[in-house]
């Protein structure tokens, strides 16, 4: 199993910012997907979920009419495209894959998300 998160970096506020994790080693289009974030001294915080379909999502509240989360299935990867980035956002942001009835989930390394400027 491998999870990769490139992208991360540094954005202004009010700024936007895309955030992909790409997977493989298990059967991608069954697993649920979710974004966690978790900024110093704070406890880890789910951002989003989106269904193995890509049919139902979920947002946290603090992030709702700002970020989209999709999934491609043909190609292994979810996206978390965030938009109007406050300075409440920045965070180590990271991917997690989760089968819908028990067993391991995998997570990404994380990526640094800074709103700044």
């Known amino acids: 199993v491998h999870v990769a998160e490139p992208g991360g970096g540094l954005v202004q506020p009010g700024g936007s910012l895309r955030l992909s994790c790409a997977a493989s080693g298990f059967t991608f289009n069954m697993y649920f997907m979710r974004w966690y974030r978790q900024a110093p001294g704070k406890e880890r915080e789910r951002v989003a979920t989106?269904?193995?379909?890509?049919?139902?999502?979920d947002y946290g509240a603090s992030v709702n009419g700002r970020f989209t989360i999709s999934i491609d299935n043909a190609n292994h990867t979810s996206y978390l495209q965030m938009n109007n980035l406050t300075p409440g956002d920045p965070a180590v942001y990271s991917c997690n894959f989760s089968p819908p009835f028990g067993g391991p989930d995998y997570w990404g390394q994380g990526t640094q998300v800074t709103v700044s400027g």
């Open positions: 989106i269904s193995a379909s890509g049919i139902v999502t």
